[in-house]
């Protein structure tokens, strides 16, 4: 009973590589979400996916690029990574949009240098 | 547009104590969801209850309390006879019907210690 599985756990990049988490969910969920945790800041939506081949922008979406092909993966990739990205970045997914709770991943902790 | 506000940071008592976790929304749409989250050290989040705004039924579950209150836009967390093992961030969130995009904005999170 996976649920929603994120790899890596730890990532240090440099300033200016590319590199995706990957996200997966074995729940037949429709409904796949990337958000950043930062110290005082709560969870922030970066973009979400209401099923495969449709994905839209959520709150901070600049740098991240996102796709839906199939309906269990969500992989989020950050083009150009900055020291700003640093944060830890969680998929949450659930059946669907209708505000559902949301079920989360372990999570990925992401260090820029 | 939508905002939800955890005034406390942190919370520190010991054991067996009883601790209320505050919880404040903003939103102008009539339908919104309202939800708790536990962080605990390990850093997953792990889903605790989910309210619809029709909905102002308290709600009790073991040792874990919610009071939805649409007066004072609120949606507080009690935790009655605490244990180490609550010793986690707490966060509320808030989705909206509105939009559609199954979007929830978090609260800045209440860190609660419990000791011993």
């Known amino acids: 009973n996976a649920g929603v599985t994120q790899t890596p756990k730890f990532q240090v990049l440099k300033t200016g590589q590319s590199m995706t988490l990957q996200c997966a969910q074995d729940?037949?969920?429709?409904?796949m979400s990337w958000y950043r945790q930062d110290p005082g800041m709560g969870l922030r939506l970066i973009h979400y996916s209401v099923g495969a081949g449709i994905t839209d922008q959520g709150e901070v979406p600049n740098g991240y690029n996102v796709s839906r092909s199939t309906t269990e993966d969500f992989p989020l990739r950050l083009l150009s990574a900055a020291p700003s990205q640093t944060s830890v970045y969680f998929c949450?997914?659930?059946?669907?949009?209708?505000?559902?709770?949301?079920?989360f991943g372990d999570g990925t902790r992401l260090s820029i240098l | 547009a939508q905002k939800v506000t955890q005034a406390q940071t942190e919370i520190s008592v010991v054991e067996k104590e009883d601790v209320t976790l505050d919880c404040v929304y903003e939103t102008r749409d009539t339908t919104y969801y309202l939800f708790w989250y536990k962080q605990p050290p390990s850093g997953e989040l792990v889903f605790l209850i989910r309210?619809?705004?029709?909905?102002?039924q308290n709600e009790i579950s073991g040792r874990y309390s919610w009071n939805f209150q649409k007066s004072t836009s609120s949606f507080n967390f009690t935790i009655t006879a605490s244990q180490v093992v609550d010793s986690a961030v707490y966060f509320c969130a808030l989705s909206v019907r509105s939009g559609n995009t199954g979007k929830l904005i978090f609260g800045q999170g209440t860190t609660l210690q419990v000791k011993p």
């Open positions: 309210r619809n705004s029709f909905d102002e």
């Open positions: 729940m037949n969920h429709e409904y």
């Open positions: 949450a997914s659930s059946r669907d949009r209708s505000n559902q709770p949301q079920h």
